[in-house]
């Protein structure tokens, strides 16, 4: 390589979503209309946002509210077989109050529901590479920091 080459980089999607709760705890799950599966609120960063203010649009836009976003707890490095290579970031949502909840209008385009579940049923409700990112985000808000996956996996110490 000479130096006038710059090495290939990596050009990665990415995308932000939220984690909302209940007062017993339990996780706002949405069920999207163009997945099989529940996911949570979220989305693909456009071009010149920040991934926590894609994460203020995208709640906004598929759940009709507003509430405060509060600290990183995941980024997570999560190529994908065929859509290459991904970054994305998970920010604490914090408990939505029932006033919050009854504002809550769907996003029609995008969402058919939702529902409040149980951290431990994650690996039952989510494909499984998300599953290991939520549950990883779950922890880092007990925690009280956040963490860095790859694949949805803590790096060992």
């Not at 069920?31 to 649009?57: L, M």
């Not at 006033?99 to 149980?118: Q, T």
């Not at 939520?134 to 963490?147: F, K, S, W």
């Amino acid at each position: 390589m000479t130096e006038q080459e710059t090495p290939p980089m990596a050009t990665p999607r990415a995308a932000a979503g939220a984690l909302f709760f209940d007062e017993q705890g339990r996780l706002l799950l949405v069920r999207p209309h163009y997945k099989d599966y529940r996911d949570i609120p979220g989305g693909y960063i456009e071009p010149g946002e920040t991934p926590f203010q894609a994460c203020v649009r995208e709640v906004h836009e598929e759940l009709g509210i507003q509430p405060p976003i509060g600290d990183l707890l995941v980024v997570d490095w999560a190529p994908h077989p065929q859509e290459g290579d991904k970054v994305l970031f998970l920010f604490d949502g914090g408990v939505l109050s029932p006033s919050v909840r009854d504002n809550i209008r769907l996003g029609a385009d995008e969402l058919s529901g939702y529902d409040f579940h149980p951290v431990e049923e994650l690996p039952t409700l989510l494909i499984e590479r998300l599953a290991h990112r939520v549950t990883a985000a779950v922890t880092a808000r007990n925690l009280g920091r956040p963490l860095y996956l790859e694949h949805g996996q803590q790096l060992p110490n």
